[in-house]
């Protein structure tokens, strides 16, 4: 016959259970607060991680058709990580969209108050972030990329290079132009936001 377990008075008295890795220390109650203020701060970042990227990530997808062009095709893959054409492609539209989105955080961080001053701000946002997609990143790729021992325009670098540089930088700038000016419309409209 199995005798039964004798009652336990006191709960510290129960045998320590292994805990190698701490995992009982972690379901501490008290250290839930701190664990809540660490998946916050997580969120919160992650948040920020999308706004930044996201921009850049919608303007790739709506120019992508400019991929169908064997040169522009040959640009990316010659940039970092050589050889690969997407992850390069992203990169730079990620990167061309920082100006956008330094020109919003400036035009909310430094205008007292919504409405015409945003509008204001977004509007100069819009053309002054085009010049980076229209004239900077052509130049970079026709005049400074071959300096640095990329050649990728099996054409020669002509003036149809050149069009199709701008053109695509032009592209670029008004799908990252059109929510800018649509924000500034809303703005300017007597009653604002």
């Not at 701190?34 to 997580?42: E, I, N, P, Q, R």
């Not at 920020?48 to 095709?73: E, I, M, S």
């Not at 035009?107 to 509007?123: D, Q």
Request: net charge negative.
């Amino acid at each position: 016959m199995v005798s039964p377990l004798p009652a336990v008075a006191d709960p510290n008295a129960l045998p320590a259970v292994p805990d190698p890795i701490g995992l009982l220390a972690a379901a501490d109650p008290s250290a839930l607060p701190a664990v809540s203020t660490l998946a916050d701060s997580v969120v919160t970042w992650l948040w920020t991680l999308l706004l930044f990227l996201f921009p850049g990530l919608v303007a790739a997808g709506l120019c992508v058709p400019f991929l169908a062009v064997t040169r522009l095709r040959a640009l990316f893959r010659s940039l970092p990580p050589a050889g690969r054409v997407l992850p390069s492609y992203v990169a730079v539209s990620v990167g061309l969209s920082a100006p956008y989105i330094a020109g919003v955080a400036l035009t909310v961080g430094l205008v007292e108050s919504a409405g015409p001053g945003w509008s204001e701000g977004f509007i100069a946002t819009a053309a002054l972030g085009a010049v980076g997609p229209v004239l900077v990143a052509p130049a970079v790729a026709v005049l400074g990329l071959p300096r640095l021992g990329l050649d990728w325009d099996p054409t020669g670098y002509g003036y149809s290079t050149w069009l199709l540089l701008v053109g695509a930088g032009a592209a670029y700038a008004v799908v990252a132009a059109v929510p800018l000016v649509a924000l500034a419309v809303g703005m300017a409209l007597p009653g604002g936001y």
